[in-house]
């Protein structure tokens, strides 16, 4: 198995663009979260889903960022429009009910000027 | 919500020096992980222990639910060891909140 895909890896985008991040998550895994890495904050849960619906999204910072799941093997996390207090890396995990151990994604970059 | 203490923050060992990583937390869980971020950032899950003792080389954890800790052991520590440990818990479900992390450093 490839492990969770994310991409891009790095994204540089102005203040106010739409950004789009996306996460491939192992297949047959029925759990996938959402987190962002700051200095400041450290590893925050923004949203996780579990067979596609979402479950718990009370970390999702504003209406700017809304994230999705239309099928098993994608998930979109959006923010719209971007603000540089934005920037962070953004993971993407993900988890089956037989082992609930996390494997996460090579996170993307982002940074918003 | 449930609060996780990490000690120490930070740990500087000569390599092949054995330590102990120690995660406090809050209230009752049903999931506890320990991962490691290397210096290039990604995040590999060591341990799914929510109670009991795991080896797995020369890592070790063990979580005392009932006192509410859990330990990570390094023994004969590496270079490659070096980066930010983190202890992750869930009180119900999966809402997974991790440490602050212990900052490694081993020295060659």
């Known amino acids: 198995d490839a492990g969770v895909i994310q991409s891009p890896r790095h994204e540089v985008t102005e203040m106010g663009q739409e950004v789009t991040l996306r996460c491939k998550p192992i297949s047959g895994h029925d759990y996938l979260f959402w987190y962002r890495q700051t200095m400041m904050r450290g590893l925050e849960l923004l949203i996780y889903f579990n067979n596609n619906v979402p479950i718990d999204d009370s970390g999702m910072p504003e209406d700017r960022f809304s994230a999705k799941m239309p099928n098993a093997s994608f998930s979109t996390l959006k923010i719209q429009p971007s603000e540089p207090r934005d920037s962070a890396v953004y993971f993407c995990?993900?988890?089956?009910?037989?082992?609930?151990?996390?494997?996460f994604g090579s996170g993307t970059r982002l940074t918003v000027v | 919500g449930i609060q996780v203490e990490q000690s120490p923050p930070d740990l500087i060992l000569q390599e092949g020096a054995n330590s102990t990583l120690r995660c406090n937390f809050s209230?009752?869980?049903?999931?506890l992980q320990w991962f490691h971020q290397n210096p290039w950032g990604q995040l590999i899950n060591l341990f799914y222990i929510p109670s009991g003792t795991k080896q797995n080389g020369r890592l070790s954890a063990t979580t005392v639910a009932t006192e509410r800790y859990s330990l990570l052991y390094i023994s004969s520590s590496q270079t490659t060891d070096s980066g930010v440990y983190f202890c992750a818990v869930a009180t119900g479900g999966f809402k997974t909140i991790f440490g602050a992390g212990t900052r490694l450093f081993v020295k060659a």
């Open positions: 995990a993900s988890s089956g009910s037989s082992n609930y151990g996390y494997t």
């Open positions: 209230d009752s869980v049903n999931n």
